[in-house]
């Protein structure tokens, strides 16, 4: 039998694309059943193709976020080479970048160029601030972004803020682009619309939304709350605790019936849970220190499995601290069957299936590109001859 055709099966997307924010959002189209053609600099491509050189001789970020597209090299500081984008973008869908500031003006892709130029395309456009703004003309990296939205001062331990691990600024703000896409052409199937259309997402824009229990807080209260490493300011008990065999559990309890089973099934100390210092969420986050040290204490008694057991059967929400080795082998994963095998220019490596599982379809985890690896056959799908392909290479526009 033939395998399933993707939700976006028959959409082609043409990728401006570097780091991690637009690559995420194409990659997710690509998994979804989306054509992705990845438009690079013939001097090196995207500059995360040479972060290391760990993934069989690639860089991990690249792997990551660009399987199943296709890459193609152009020279668009040439005329040659705008004018090679603007025959793709002739039969595209959907154009998605993330240049630096200023830099799609000045390939004449503004909204305004491409609605006359292509009428139908659907122009999504991923930056840093946003335009009219006092940052708008600045690099924006997902560090950056972090600090400027405050989300570091919100992450780590006071007087010691930190940069969530993840690209939560990218790959978020990837993920609303694609979002966004997704719409468009629903829209477009449902309603038969067509025309111009564009998308700008900015990844200041995105924090500040992730930010927004933070920001509620400050502006009712005038608190800055501090951060609080693997726990939260806004829920107690909530938190990290040393195991009697050298692990670390974490506890969560999310209202007062889960506290009053935390206390008296899992901890045994009714003396707690009729405390009432402890009696509603603000009074336990009131007095979390006091909380968070008997807690500890008892962990430190047991071990990780009669701790994850007691609290199991007691419904408290629990979970292991792990590392990134603990989570390549972890049996959930394996379990679940996650996993898959995707080629690269370097041989096949181990690669996640996209979250989203999707009844009736298998997404095609296709291939990392080589840089330039599919420029003659995209270029002769255009009807470019190999006479012209040769002369375009000569002249360094591929």
């Given at each position: 039998?033939?395998?399933?055709?993707?939700?976006?099966?028959?959409?082609?997307?043409?990728?401006?694309?570097?780091?991690?924010?637009?690559?995420?959002?194409?990659?997710?189209?690509?998994?979804?059943?989306?054509?992705?053609?990845?438009?690079?600099?013939?001097?090196?491509?995207?500059?995360?193709?040479?972060?290391?050189?760990?993934?069989?001789?690639?860089?991990?970020?690249?792997?990551?976020?660009?399987?199943?597209?296709?890459?193609?090299?152009?020279d668009l500081k040439t005329p040659a080479g705008t004018a090679v984008l603007h025959r793709l973008l002739d039969s595209a869908d959907v154009l998605?970048?993330?240049?630096?500031?200023?830099?799609?003006?000045?390939?004449?892709?503004?909204?305004?160029?491409?609605?006359?130029?292509?009428?139908?395309?659907?122009?999504?456009?991923?930056?840093?601030?946003?335009?009219?703004?006092?940052?708008?003309?600045?690099?924006?990296?997902?560090?950056?972004?972090?600090?400027?939205?405050?989300?570091?001062?919100?992450?780590?331990?006071?007087?010691a803020p930190a940069k969530p691990g993840p690209p939560m600024a990218d790959v978020s703000s990837g993920l609303y682009a694609a979002l966004s896409?997704?719409?468009?052409?629903?829209?477009?199937?449902?309603?038969?619309?067509?025309?111009?259309?564009?998308?700008?997402?900015?990844?200041?824009d995105t924090m500040t939304e992730l930010m927004g229990y933070s920001l509620n807080y400050t502006r009712h209260t005038g608190v800055d709350q501090?951060?609080?490493?693997?726990?939260?300011?806004?829920?107690?008990?909530?938190?990290?605790?040393?195991?009697?065999?050298?692990?670390?559990?974490?506890?969560?309890?999310?209202?007062?019936?889960?506290?009053?089973?935390?206390?008296?099934?899992?901890?045994?100390?009714?003396?707690?849970?009729?405390?009432?210092?402890?009696?509603?969420?603000?009074?336990?986050?009131?007095?979390?220190?006091?909380?968070?040290?008997?807690?500890?204490?008892?962990?430190?008694?047991?071990?990780?499995?009669?701790?994850?057991?007691?609290?199991?059967?007691?419904?408290?929400?629990?979970?292991?601290?792990?590392?990134?080795?603990?989570?390549?082998?972890?049996?959930?994963?394996?379990?679940?069957?996650?996993?898959?095998?995707?080629?690269?220019?370097?041989?096949?490596?181990?690669?996640?299936?996209?979250?989203?599982?999707?009844?009736?379809?298998?997404?095609?985890?296709?291939?990392?590109?080589?840089?330039?690896?599919?420029?003659?056959?995209?270029?002769?799908?255009?009807?470019?001859?190999?006479?012209?392909?040769?002369?375009?290479?000569?002249?360094?526009?591929?």
């Open positions: 039998m033939e395998p399933a055709a993707g939700p976006l099966a028959g959409v082609t997307v043409v990728a401006l694309e570097q780091a991690v924010s637009a690559p995420i959002c194409t990659r997710t189209l690509g998994d979804l059943g989306a054509r992705v053609i990845k438009v690079e600099n013939p001097e090196g491509g995207d500059f995360t193709r040479s972060f290391d050189d760990v993934v069989n001789g690639l860089a991990a970020h690249f792997v990551w976020v660009n399987r199943g597209k296709e890459s193609v090299t152009l998605v970048s993330n240049l630096t500031p200023g830099s799609t003006a000045r390939l004449g892709l503004s909204p305004g160029d491409l609605a006359v130029s292509h009428p139908d395309l659907i122009a999504v456009e991923i930056d840093g601030y946003g335009p009219g703004g006092p940052l708008s003309h600045k690099r924006a990296y997902d560090l950056l972004v972090q600090a400027e939205s405050g989300a570091c001062a919100t992450t780590g331990s006071p007087g896409i997704v719409a468009l052409l629903y829209g477009r199937e449902r309603h038969g619309g067509s025309g111009p259309a564009s998308v700008a997402v900015s990844l200041f501090q951060p609080r490493g693997m726990g939260s300011p806004a829920v107690a008990p909530y938190g990290a605790y040393a195991t009697a065999d050298g692990q670390t559990v974490v506890l969560g309890t999310t209202n007062d019936r889960e506290w009053q089973r935390l206390a008296r099934e899992l901890l045994d100390r009714p003396d707690l849970a009729d405390d009432k210092r402890f009696a509603r969420n603000a009074d336990r986050v009131e007095h979390r220190d006091l909380l968070d040290t008997e807690i500890a204490a008892w962990c430190a008694r047991h071990d990780l499995t009669h701790i994850q057991d007691g609290a199991d059967s007691a419904g408290i929400g629990n979970s292991r601290f792990n590392t990134p080795s603990d989570v390549i082998a972890h049996p959930h994963l394996v379990a679940r069957d996650r996993w898959r095998e995707i080629d690269t220019p370097n041989g096949p490596v181990p690669a996640l299936l996209p979250p989203p599982v999707i009844s009736g379809y298998a997404p095609p985890m296709g291939a990392v590109p080589a840089l330039g690896q599919h420029t003659d056959t995209v270029l002769a799908g255009l009807g470019i001859d190999a006479d012209e392909i040769a002369s375009l290479r000569a002249a360094g526009v591929l």
